[in-house]
């Protein structure tokens, strides 16, 4: 990856560009900021030359003459001091405010991907993205484009005030700055790549770490502990090694800049004495001229302690830019058809599906559900149940043929109305710090405590009460309960189309007959897709449709099927009577 440096500047201002009023008072800021050090040296130049003449003619001045000239020397000493930490909290204050809203924007947009991105992405990954990279361009927005900002507009006042007084020793102040430029530029565009690598291994190593923490139980009973260290240790190996390249770069850039300054001081005070010598330029001018030349080694010498912050900046920005620009393959319509009032209907209409790599999932899938009619679906491990429930809710969309809610094909309704009229309990759920209320209300303070009481008493459920804790990952309930919970987090939304993806499937069988008793009080009167393994969960639904290998082999009356003793669905139900006995 080599991306020349104007796609870093591009990347950039696409980020600040909604915060441009905050970033203009801070540009006026810095740019007063940046005044006040260039008007120093020339009081200085100003008494060195009164000084000077004065004793070139015997006749030194008088005190009073040294005196408001130093006085006002201090005043602007001061005014520099105070102006500097004005700035730093402007620069502070408006780059949290940009971090934020870009930690916003990116949860909000990840949030919005497909189930491909979220397959293909760790967690551990995304955190990275979205709070590391955005810290580290935070960083470079508080820090060291204040620093380099505040470096650019001395740097133009110094060239402005030396050319005005010597216009040979401007041309020559330049140059010289213009090289230590482009030197510097060049090594910095050379650690880019070695930049955008390390943050890589980072967000593996990171997803890594998240990935085996949250199998840390599965990872012990099964004795793969060892197996995790060597995978930890691969990827933190991988992330020392980028590390090393970059902190390599930083190093080049670092001595590159050191002997420029000392070059720089060297030619200054060489320079100067000729110009003496000559009669071009006054004590008084070579005292300032040698004062820039000193002047710039603290500046730059910052600015390249904070050259770590530069590099990560370089490749952060352009991963927010890029994470952002990641578009879902699901792309919602900007405006789209209303679904009809009541209970939907669902039509599959020759659906064909695969994840991307030519292996299909589904096969010319065709079945249509009436309004208000419940359907179990059946089927080996792997035969494409679950993904029929995901194109349903329109998870994904499907590779060919079309998905219809209410007569209106999916593609056409908006995200709002189809994640209000249809609903998921998934087989894993997740619960979230906080009470049970938060939990089956996901924080919305409007739902009443009534109606919170109300759908857990319709799961079994209300005896908890609404502020029993909950930690983070089910903490303070059982797996029986947690599943209740995310029934109860449907029941309160009322769907017209409901999804049950092996709600049953992790419970016991006393929480499994609660379950069941719930479920059967939900999906009457609602469309409802039941996906189950458990095949004493089917018993209130309507029809059943038997998949294998991505086809529907058979599809009819639940009670016809199951007493006919040459159905697909009878064999089922006896070799799961086998397995239980």
């Given at each position: 990856m080599n991306e020349p440096t104007t796609s870093h500047w591009r990347a950039l201002a696409a980020l600040i560009r909604p915060d441009a009023k905050r970033y203009g008072v801070l540009a006026v800021a810095l740019a007063l900021a940046g005044s006040l050090p260039v008007l120093g040296p020339l009081l200085v130049r100003s008494i060195v030359d009164r000084v000077a003449d004065g004793l070139a003619v015997g006749d030194p001045p008088p005190a009073s003459d040294v005196l408001l000239p130093a006085m006002g020397y201090l005043a602007i000493a001061g005014a520099a001091q105070i102006a500097t930490v004005v700035v730093a909290w402007l620069a502070t204050n408006t780059a949290w405010t940009t971090a934020n809203r870009l930690r916003i924007e990116s949860t909000e947009h990840v949030l919005e991907l497909d189930h491909h991105f979220h397959r293909t992405h760790t967690p551990g990954e995304l955190v990275q993205r979205i709070d590391g990279d955005v810290t580290s361009v935070s960083d470079f927005l508080g820090r060291v484009l204040l620093k380099t900002g505040g470096t650019v507009l001395i740097l133009i006042g110094m060239v402005t005030v030396v050319t005005w007084i010597e216009w040979r020793l401007g041309i020559g102040f330049v140059i010289y700055l213009l090289a230590v430029s482009r030197l510097a530029a060049r090594i910095r565009n050379r650690s880019i790549d070695e930049t955008v690598e390390h943050m890589g291994a980072e967000a593996?190593?990171?997803?890594?770490?998240?990935?085996?923490?949250?199998?840390?139980?599965?990872?012990?009973?099964?004795?793969?502990?060892?197996?995790?260290?060597?995978?930890?240790?691969?990827?933190?190996?991988?992330?020392?090694?980028?590390?090393?390249?970059?902190?390599?770069?930083?190093?080049?850039?670092?001595?590159?800049?050191?002997?420029?300054?000392?070059?720089?001081?060297v030619l200054a005070l060489a320079i100067s004495a000729v110009f003496i010598e000559r009669g071009l330029i006054t004590i008084g001018t070579a005292f300032l001229f040698l004062q820039y030349s000193i002047a710039l080694r603290k500046p730059l010498e910052e600015i390249v302690d904070q050259f770590d912050v530069v590099q990560k900046a370089n490749g952060a920005m352009v991963r927010v830019v890029e994470l952002m620009a990641v578009q879902s393959a699901v792309a919602e319509p900007a405006t789209g058809e209303r679904l009809p009032d009541g209970p939907l209907s669902i039509e599959f209409d020759h659906v064909?599906?695969?994840?991307?790599?030519?292996?299909?999932?589904?096969?010319?899938?065709?079945?249509?559900?009436?309004?208000?009619?419940?359907?179990?679906?059946?089927?080996?491990?792997?035969?494409?149940?679950?993904?029929?429930?995901?194109?349903?809710?329109?998870?994904?969309?499907p590779t060919s043929g079309t998905v219809r809610v209410g007569g209106v094909d999916l593609r056409n309704v908006v995200a709002q109305e189809r994640r209000e009229?249809?609903?998921?309990?998934?087989?894993?759920?997740?619960?979230?710090?906080?009470?049970?209320?938060?939990?089956?209300?996901?924080?919305?303070?409007?739902?009443?405590?009534?109606?919170?009481?109300?759908?857990?008493?319709?799961?079994?459920?209300?005896?908890?009460?609404?502020?029993?804790?909950?930690?983070?990952?089910?903490?303070?309930?059982?797996?029986?309960?947690?599943?209740?919970?995310?029934?109860?987090?449907?029941?309160?939304?009322?769907?017209?189309?409901?999804?049950?993806?092996?709600?049953?499937?992790?419970?016991?069988?006393?929480?499994?007959?609660?379950?069941?008793?719930?479920?059967?009080?939900?999906?009457?009167?609602?469309?409802?897709?039941?996906?189950?393994?458990?095949?004493?969960?089917?018993?209130?639904?309507?029809?059943?449709?038997?998949?294998?290998?991505?086809?529907?082999?058979?599809?009819?009356?639940?009670?016809?099927?199951?007493?006919?003793?040459?159905?697909?669905?009878?064999?089922?139900?006896?070799?799961a009577l086998e397995v239980s006995s």
């Open positions: 593996q190593l990171f997803g890594g770490i998240e990935e085996r923490l949250t199998a840390a139980v599965d990872l012990r009973a099964n004795g793969a502990g060892q197996h995790a260290m060597q995978r930890f240790i691969a990827d933190a190996t991988g992330a020392l090694g980028a590390i090393k390249r970059m902190e390599r770069a930083f190093l080049a850039l670092w001595w590159a800049l050191q002997g420029s300054l000392l070059t720089g001081l064909n599906f695969d994840y991307g790599d030519d292996e299909p999932v589904l096969n010319d899938i065709c079945l249509t559900i009436e309004p208000g009619v419940s359907v179990g679906i059946v089927g080996r491990s792997g035969s494409g149940k679950t993904t029929a429930s995901r194109l349903a809710l329109r998870l994904v969309d009229r249809v609903a998921i309990v998934p087989q894993e759920v997740v619960m979230f710090g906080g009470t049970v209320r938060d939990n089956v209300t996901f924080f919305d303070e409007s739902v009443s405590d009534e109606r919170v009481v109300e759908v857990l008493r319709n799961v079994g459920l209300d005896h908890l009460g609404l502020d029993h804790e909950v930690s983070g990952g089910g903490g303070g309930l059982s797996a029986g309960q947690a599943q209740l919970i995310a029934l109860a987090r449907v029941w309160l939304r009322e769907p017209d189309l409901l999804v049950l993806d092996e709600a049953t499937s992790r419970v016991d069988p006393g929480t499994e007959r609660q379950l069941q008793n719930a479920i059967g009080q939900l999906v009457a009167g609602r469309t409802a897709l039941v996906i189950a393994h458990r095949l004493s969960t089917l018993r209130a639904v309507d029809r059943i449709v038997v998949i294998d290998d991505g086809r529907i082999v058979e599809e009819g009356d639940r009670a016809a099927l199951e007493a006919d003793d040459d159905s697909e669905f009878r064999r089922l139900l006896e070799l």
